[in-house]
């Protein structure tokens, strides 16, 4: 069956770094993936979309990189900022189309100032 | 604009109870969802809607009924609760390209009890 892995540890970084979240998945090839971001007690928001056929995408401070051949994606937040704390999570098309999505359990980031 | 609208935002339920959780879209979007997410596990899907009078299950649609008479409204009905949908409901919605991802609405908390 299909799987999503993100590390369940949190990640801790010092306000400037880059924070880098991984995402790993098996028995699948989709066409895209995509990344959210999640506040406690709030419903997880849309960050970007990257498809099989791009490498690396980028939006503001953010950046996405999409491997199909190692069946992974890497997100980062470059110059981080207290404000980028929060549960990230990455999401796979269900194998047959767009409108199901399939959800890793996110990474918690904590940025310190 | 609202976005996704989901009512109520905390219930509390005895076992064997049924109720609806209410969502509402004003977007225009083809494609609406339901989830839920536990400690751990992420977003699990419950059913999803490709348009007004179609509707399919997802990964754990035992206990849970929808319909999709409008292209606004995707209500999901418990038909008699247990301790074990104990949950955040979280209702989304996207467009059929899905270029940019799901809008989530706020959430209901869910006890069962």
């Known amino acids: 069956s299909q799987k999503i892995e993100q590390n369940s540890e949190a990640l801790n970084i010092q306000e400037g770094k880059t924070a880098t979240l991984t995402c790993n998945y098996t028995n699948y090839s989709p066409a895209y993936l995509q990344w959210y971001r999640q506040d406690p007690g709030r419903g997880p928001v849309f960050l970007l979309l990257i498809r099989e056929n791009e490498k690396e995408k980028r939006k503001e401070r953010l950046k996405v990189t999409f491997d199909t051949t190692l069946k992974q994606s890497l997100f980062h937040i470059t110059a981080s900022q207290p404000a980028d704390s929060a549960t990230y999570l990455c999401a796979l098309p269900f194998s047959g189309g767009y409108n199901k999505l399939i959800f890793g359990a996110g990474t918690r980031l904590a940025v310190h100032p | 604009n609202a976005g996704v609208t989901q009512t109520p935002k905390f219930q509390v339920l005895k076992t064997g109870q049924s109720m609806t959780l209410q969502c509402a879209q004003d977007m225009n979007h083809e494609y609406m969802s339901w989830y839920r997410q536990d400690p751990g596990m992420g977003l699990r899907l419950i059913h999803y809607?490709?348009?007004?009078?179609?509707?399919d299950q997802g990964e754990v649609p035992n206990g849970y009924n929808v319909s999709r008479s409008t292209t606004e409204d995707f209500p999901l009905r418990l038909l008699s609760a247990a301790p074990s949908q104990t949950s955040v409901y979280f209702c989304?919605?996207?467009?059929?390209?899905?270029?940019?991802?799901?809008?989530f609405g706020s959430g209901t908390r869910l006890t069962v009890v």
């Open positions: 809607s490709v348009g007004a009078g179609i509707t």
């Open positions: 989304a919605s996207s467009s059929r390209t899905g270029n940019y991802g799901y809008t």
